[in-house]
């Protein structure tokens, strides 16, 4: 039997009006343009009040598809009709519509007691990865004492490894990102200082700014979205595949292959790091206030050591090795919550990029208020 375009018929009859369905009631049929016309109007004249009385006829439909049953049931209500006729054969196709397909209710405004035990169950999950964090961290120390009690059992290679990938293949990006960050900052204090006659000290500022905050700080950043994230899904593609669980059962410390390697290359790889970012933000610097303010190599190295104390570096150096240990374990903390499920790595995976770069800003003003006397 040929296909015939959906259409509705109206009758008139003793028991009432009836809405008499007919043709192919599909996806690829309702898109036709004269039909949809057609029907839309007559469903708009059906969800009007005063006509839920009316009995739906669907026995002579030809086909019916999710989307034809969805119009329906959106032409209802989203309810089941007072009257309805129908073949057993569609039933299932409402029925699933009618399970699924409904639209879900709004939610509506939050009370203060909602509020409330919503800022308490954030408060919970808060200090629960307190607490998780905690004894990770404690588990790294005993780790550390390990390592120092029996050096030769040490997983060295583990340890070579990730600084190799933390490290030396983070020195592009962090070059080239330090080394534009330096020609900006220096393009941009040119134009203030030109106006008082204080070219000669752009470089005061960019040494203590590089050197003292944006290094460490910049580098923390980069190492936190590259290689913190890559800390996470690592261990949380263990999770997944089930490699976490086997080295339980062959009683392979967790602690000591996966987090101590990992904190010890971080905690080496980021003072390194640091240096070698302000470097290249200095020489980008220098080379912008040549060219714009005529400062020479000669003098900008002639007066950095006196106008940047050695306790700059030092303080510098010292924050970065707290910024690498921190980076790494909120990595591993992310990665071994990680729930068997590709939808929580990559949750995981975001959290902890999101959380690193936090706490790095944090701590880096936390350093700035305590050392807020020393090398200035």
């Keep these: 039997m040929a296909e015939t375009s959906p259409h509705i018929a109206q009758q008139n009859t003793a028991q009432g009006t009836h809405m008499l369905l007919m043709g192919c009631w599909t996806a690829a049929r309702l898109a036709e343009p004269q039909s949809w016309r057609q029907i839309e109007l007559t469903l708009a004249y059906c969800a ?26 959106n032409a209802w209500g989203q309810r089941w009709p007072m009257g309805l006729l129908l073949l057993e054969a569609h039933r299932p196709m409402l029925m ?5 397909a409904s639209a879900a209710p709004l939610p509506g405004r939050k009370t203060l007691w909602q ?66 960050i330096g020609v900006v900052l220096a393009y941009l204090m040119s134009q203030q200082l030109r106006q008082f006659g204080a070219d000669a000290f752009i470089v005061n500022i960019l040494g203590i700014a590089l050197i003292r905050e944006l290094g460490p700080v910049l580098a923390a950043i980069l190492i936190a979205g590259r290689s913190g994230s890559s800390i996470t899904a690592q261990i949380g593609v263990m999770r997944v595949t089930e490699e976490l669980d086997a080295m339980r059962v062959m009683g392979i410390a967790k602690g000591y292959r996966l987090v101590l390697p990992r904190a010890l290359a971080m905690a080496i790889a980021m003072p390194l790091l640091t240096v070698w970012t302000t470097l290249a933000a200095l020489m980008g610097g220098m080379l912008a206030s040549n060219l714009v303010m005529g400062v020479t190599p000669a003098y900008f190295f002639e007066a950095l050591p006196r106008a940047v104390q050695v306790s700059n570096l030092t303080l510098a150096v ?12 909120i990595g591993c903390h992310y990665g071994l919550r990680v729930k068997p499920n590709t939808e929580s790595l990559g949750q995981g995976t975001t959290a902890s990029v999101v959380t690193s770069i936090t706490m790095v800003i944090l701590v880096d003003a936390l350093f700035a208020v305590v050392f807020k006397n020393i090398g200035v």
């Design 48 to 73: 009007a009040p005063g006509q839920a009385s009316l009995t739906w006829d669907l026995r002579k439909l030809q086909r019916l598809d999710h989307t034809g049953a969805q119009l329906l049931w």
């Design 96 to 100: 699933r519509v009618a399970q699924y």
């Design 318 to 329: 010292g924050k970065s090795v707290v910024f690498g240990l921190l980076i790494a374990l």
């Design 115 to 180: 509020l409330f035990l919503l800022l308490g169950e954030r408060l919970l999950v808060l200090l629960d990865h307190l607490k998780y964090l905690t004894r990770l961290t404690g588990q790294l120390l005993l780790d550390c004492v390990t390592l120092a009690a029996k050096p030769s059992r040490g997983p060295w290679r583990d340890i070579s490894g990730h600084l190799y990938h933390v490290g030396a293949t983070a020195l592009p990006i962090t070059a080239l990102v330090g080394f534009l």
